[in-house]
């Protein structure tokens, strides 16, 4: 399983990101200004200064190299010039430059034209008064030292930040995870709210509100059941008692009648009851085998006889459950009668094994009607919310021939 972090960690780790590439953004571009202001300052000293110098060549038209200072040195002629600086402009070249040769040194170059038409040269040497390499890093220590410190400053102001932000998220994901509020009363949390969490609390109060009131009214429901629906159930039974002590065949007949239907009500109203309980109330064991089969066979042997079904059963394997055994006989009961009713001389097939049940028939199918029924009534979906209380797989299907087969997965098996 995935584990997704806290969003306080997220947004410092953003923010963070974001501070260090700005660092390395500031330290690149502050060292690259740092060398073009002292190459810009060393061309334009150069411009300035070397006009007044090469006066001293503008008299005389002989070859000249003048030492003006230990870094300016004035040549009247091309052909005067070291062969370093030949190698970098050519003969009529004019105007300012600079360049580094192989051993570092690096020099400045100033060409201007006489008006006789000869070009005169002022070269500097500007190694001596720029940054050397020992400087220069001690200067990059310096700003990467100072942009350390902003960036620890800046990293602590953005996790301070990110936790105010994200308190009040984080106090609602432990509310919600660490619920025990049975009442479901509306949440409120600490910190400094925004627009967005307000909204997400509000509806989550709402839907916690109307989940209260849908509690609340499967409560009254069930006790209503429990109570309102049992009562008269035993004064029926009662009565029931009372005519058979008549011995008249024509009232036996419907005594019968009446005393199945009613004992189907009661188990129809205590499979209610106990889909409605709390799910994690630790439930019971029941085990599949013969014995307890025999009893589901029992009770559907009329019905099997009445539609003219050829029944079968196989269990494969014996089965414990965890599970109320009333649930599992609902189940059971459903899915049989269901296929029984839609296969009026048909064929139905009850195969158990050690993690499913199934049950197959060559009725009519799920896109028709079984004769005297109205699609599959409310058995299916009691069994479908059984599955769902003990997380079982259900699925029901069409044969590939005829019929439609019910098949229910077991996933929590105690052996």
């Known amino acids: 399983?995935?584990?997704?972090?806290?969003?306080?960690?997220?947004?410092?780790?953003?923010?963070?990101?974001?501070?260090?590439?700005?660092?390395?953004?500031?330290?690149?571009?502050?060292?690259?200004?740092?060398?073009?202001?002292?190459?810009?300052?060393?061309?334009?000293?150069?411009?300035?200064?070397?006009?007044?110098?090469?006066?001293?060549?503008?008299?005389?038209?002989?070859p000249q190299v003048i030492v003006i200072d230990p870094l300016i040195k004035v040549y009247s002629h091309y052909y005067l010039?070291?062969?370093?600086?030949k190698q970098q402009i050519d003969s009529q070249w004019l105007g300012t430059t600079r360049f580094v040769l192989s051993n570092n040194d690096e020099y400045g170059v100033f060409?201007?034209?006489l008006k006789t038409g000869r070009i005169v040269y002022a070269v500097e040497q500007t190694t001596q008064i720029e940054w050397g390499d020992g400087e220069f890093i001690i200067v990059e220590v310096a700003l990467f030292v100072f942009g350390l410190c902003l960036f620890l400053?800046?990293?602590?102001?953005?996790?301070?930040?990110?936790?105010?932000?994200?308190?009040?998220?984080?106090?609602?994901?432990i509310q919600l995870q660490d619920e025990t509020d049975e009442q479901l009363s509306a949440i409120n949390v600490d910190g400094e709210l925004s627009q967005e969490l307000t909204q997400t609390l509000e509806g989550i109060n709402f839907s916690r509100a109307r989940i209260k009131e849908a509690l609340l009214r499967e409560q009254s429901f069930t006790r209503y059941v429990s109570h309102e629906l049992r009562t008269p159930m035993t004064v029926i039974k009662g009565c029931l008692s009372l005519l058979r002590r008549h011995n008249d065949p024509s009232v036996d007949k419907q005594v019968v009648r009446i005393n199945n239907a009613l004992n189907d009500m009661e188990q129809l109203t205590q499979t209610f009851l106990l889909l409605a309980r709390d799910t994690q109330q630790t439930p019971n064991t029941i085990t599949i085998d013969e014995d307890y089969l025999g009893n589901i066979l029992d009770s559907i042997d009329k019905r099997v006889q009445s539609n003219n079904v050829l029944f079968e059963h196989e269990l494969l394997q014996t089965v414990s459950l965890n599970a109320e055994p009333?649930?599992?006989?609902?189940?059971?009961?459903?899915?049989?009668?269901?296929?029984?009713?839609?296969?009026?001389?048909?064929?139905?097939k009850l195969t158990i094994t050690s993690d499913s049940i199934q049950v197959i028939?060559?009725?009519?199918?799920?896109?028709?009607?079984?004769?005297?029924?109205d699609g599959f009534g409310i058995g299916l979906n009691v069994v479908n919310d059984i599955c769902q209380k003990y997380h079982w797989q259900f699925s029901l299907t069409n044969?590939?021939?005829?019929?439609?087969?019910?098949l229910v997965t077991f996933t929590d098996i105690n052996y």
């Open 326 to 348: 009333i649930l599992v006989t609902s189940l059971l009961t459903n899915l049989l009668f269901n296929a029984i009713n839609c296969s009026i001389d048909g064929h139905v």
């Open 399 to 406: 044969n590939a021939t005829q019929g439609c087969c019910a």
């Open 153 to 173: 400053i800046t990293a602590g102001f953005i996790i301070n930040m990110s936790n105010r932000i994200a308190k009040p998220f984080t106090s609602l994901a």
């Open 1 to 62: 399983m995935k584990t997704h972090q806290p969003i306080s960690r997220k947004i410092t780790k953003i923010f963070i990101t974001g501070a260090a590439i700005l660092l390395i953004f500031y330290t690149v571009v502050v060292e690259n200004i740092v060398l073009y202001t002292e190459n810009y300052n060393s061309e334009r000293r150069l411009n300035i200064v070397a006009p007044f110098h090469l006066k001293y060549v503008q008299r005389h038209d002989k």
């Open 361 to 373: 028939d060559d009725g009519v199918g799920l896109n028709k009607k079984a004769r005297g029924y």
């Open 111 to 113: 060409a201007s034209m």
């Open 81 to 85: 010039l070291p062969d370093f600086v």
